[in-house]
């Protein structure tokens, strides 16, 4: 079941913040979170696996709700470099799938 | 740092053709993965392989689709007869398969391109 994700774009300037929202209709075992260049693969930004976590990489942060319905990532004070396209991926509720099923993707433009 | 290894990056092939798109997954990983995406699209699941068969597999991979693991290191993706909808990027994934700190991370390879004239 794919999640739902918004928006599906973001114009940012420099310094500006951004979130991002990935939603499902059931509870999730994990959230992954993929940033993708043009042209090139998704890479791995982080994983949120417990109701109730926040976890921050830089200036790039995220959150999963209590139900495990719901995770939100957060870019503070955004960069050139944020810009691509952005894209959670779940698994679950079974725990025994193990293959990621990805939202549709916001693409984040960042302008000087 | 242990990448996963993708070939050919780039292949063109008439309709009808068969190609098969090969992968070197991270040495230590357990599960293997195809993935697509169509050109500004979303990346969507193909087909996840473990124990030496397949574990899942989405309605996408039909009976044109298949994999196989033929030695210890290399992962492939056949198309019997491809059609000119199945352009799209192929992306080969592994994922450790251990589920501790968080550490079950899905790792990429940078993809095949794959274009049907």
């Known amino acids: 079941q794919q999640p739902v994700q918004s928006p599906q774009a973001v114009i940012l300037r420099e310094g500006e913040d951004a979130v991002i929202n990935c939603s499902s209709s059931?509870?999730?075992?994990?959230v992954h979170w993929y940033r993708q260049k043009h042209g090139e693969a998704p890479v791995f930004l982080m994983i949120?696996?417990?109701?109730?976590e926040q976890k921050g990489h830089e200036k790039i942060s995220a959150s999963f709700n209590e139900k495990k319905q719901q995770s939100s990532l957060y870019l503070t004070a955004s960069q050139l470099s944020y810009s691509g396209t952005y894209f959670c991926g779940t698994e679950g509720p079974d725990t025994g799938r193990r293959a990621l099923t990805f939202g549709s993707g916001t693409r984040l433009q960042v302008q000087p | 740092e242990p990448e996963v290894t993708q070939t050919p990056s780039h292949q063109v092939t008439q309709m009808g053709q068969e190609v098969i798109l090969r992968c070197v997954p991270i040495s230590n990983h357990l599960y293997f993965y195809w993935y697509r995406q169509i050109l500004g699209q979303k990346v969507e699941f193909l087909v996840s392989f473990y124990n030496n068969e397949i574990s899942e597999k989405s309605e996408i991979f039909d009976d044109q689709f298949s994999v196989e693991r033929p030695d210890g290191s290399n992962f492939t993706l056949k198309i019997r007869s491809t059609k000119l909808e199945d352009s799209a990027m192929y992306f080969c994934?592994?994922?450790?398969?251990?589920?501790?700190?968080?550490?079950?991370?899905?790792?990429f390879g940078a993809g095949s391109r794959l274009t049907v004239l």
């Open positions: 994934a592994s994922r450790p398969g251990t589920v501790s700190s968080g550490a079950n991370v899905l790792t």
């Open positions: 059931k509870a999730l075992y994990s």
């Open positions: 949120l696996l417990k109701g109730g």
